[in-house]
Nanobody, 118 residues
Framework: QVQLVESGGGLVQPGGSLRLACAAA????????MGWYRQTPGNQREFVAL???????KYDERVKGRFTISRDHSKNTVYLQMNGLKPEDTAVYFC????????????WGQGTQVTVSP
């Protein structure tokens, strides 16, 4: 069993900052990429950012320059530093990890709400 536990969501004013964290725990042999996706009501989950095993980040164009993804291999944790938040960033943010336990599988966190509003 592998669990992804997210933290750090909340309410922030436009222009503000939040930092999300996601810790993977359980029967983990290895983790490949880790990342973040977001979803708003009535819409599909969309890609935000990911970081490879080697630490190479990739961002959606809408967050590039404002969000920074990082990873702590020793803690099996991925972070998303979100600066310059806009109302359109409001969504439920989900952590994703590609994990090897007995085989490679996709795992998702439960989601954390981020609300950007005056």
């Amino acid at each position: 069993q592998v669990q992804l536990v997210e933290s750090g969501g909340g309410l922030v004013q436009p222009g503000g900052s939040l930092r999300l964290a996601c810790a993977a725990a359980g029967s983990i042999v290895s983790i490949n990429e880790m990342g973040w996706y977001r979803q708003t009501p009535g819409n599909q989950r969309e890609f935000v950012a990911l970081v490879s095993t080697g630490g190479i980040p990739k961002y959606d164009e809408r967050v590039k320059g404002r969000f920074t993804i990082s990873r702590d291999h020793s803690k099996n944790t991925v972070y998303l530093q979100m600066n310059g938040l806009k109302p359109e960033d409001t969504a439920v943010y989900f952590c994703h990890a590609f994990v090897y336990s007995d085989m490679w599988r996709d795992h998702w966190g439960q989601g954390t709400q981020v609300t950007v509003s005056p």
